[in-house]
């Protein structure tokens, strides 16, 4: 893939084949990825490779309105203009990256962070849901939006995972508030090798704002880490 840029008074043409494509997950505050430290974090990961952040449909400066289809028909859209794509998904982007992922020629490794399972989608938790991402997100009614949570509750990471045969990495913090431990604790022991588990003791669920954690995810998508489980204290 490439796009055309200016760099003061030259045009300029960048060539990219391998790139880190971040997944955000379910906004809980308006605005793009960008107002909300994707960037810092993109360029945090550019370290190793070209990082990609986008705006799913119906989210920040995207087009489009929220569908579970539609979130992971961006992600194969985005991956399959590049020669290599490793991804990393945060929540909701990680239940999207891996349904995704399964369908990936091209995937390189795969990162799943705080990522839950079908099992807690129940209807008190679909109506809080709603009643903020009414405010900050592109959406049809309570009804179509509860239809598509029920989508996203059939989607089955356990199974879809077992299809990536890419190396994974399956990230959780014990104190997560949103998505309790246990989800990652089933995606990693469904996951077939290669695979490795990173135990955030005391991580809440927001561990992409957390440089320690980042900084190892970043070792292990360089290969630097073998270790098949990891544990770390916050």
């Known amino acids: 893939m490439f796009f055309d840029t200016i760099f003061g008074r030259n045009f300029g043409r960048v060539y990219l084949s391998k790139v880190i494509v971040v997944c955000h997950g379910f906004p ?4 793009s990825v960008v107002d909300k430290g994707y960037g810092e974090l993109a360029e945090f990961f550019s370290k190793i490779a070209p990082t990609l952040i986008f705006d799913f449909s119906g989210c920040g400066k995207s087009f489009g309105i929220f569908g579970i289809k ?10 399959e203009k590049f020669e290599k794509v490793s991804l990393i998904g945060y929540s909701l982007g990680g239940l999207i990256a891996i349904e995704a992922g399964k369908e990936l020629k091209n995937l390189e490794k795969l990162v799943a962070i705080s990522t839950p399972i079908p099992e807690i989608f129940n209807e008190e938790r679909i109506k809080l849901m709603f009643e903020n991402a009414v405010k900050i997100m592109r959406l049809d009614s309570f009804g179509r939006f509860r239809e598509e949570m029920r989508m996203a509750s059939e989607l089955d990471p356990k199974r879809s995972i ?10 959780h913090g014990t104190k997560d ?11 990693y022991e469904i996951a077939e090798e290669p695979k490795a588990f990173l135990k955030v003791i005391g991580g809440n669920h927001f561990l992409r ?12 998508l360089e290969g630097k880490i073998i ?8």
Request: with cysteine; net charge negative.
């Open 28 to 31: 809980y505050e308006p605005g």
């Open 70 to 79: 539609n979130w992971i028909e961006d992600v194969k859209r985005i991956a």
């Open 227 to 234: 270790d098949k489980e990891i544990e770390i204290k916050l």
């Open 209 to 220: 704002k957390e440089l320690k954690v980042m900084q190892l995810v970043s070792e292990w």
């Open 162 to 171: 077992k299809k990536i045969m890419v190396p994974k990495l399956i990230v």
């Open 177 to 187: 508030e949103v998505v309790p431990f246990e989800c990652g604790e089933e995606i």
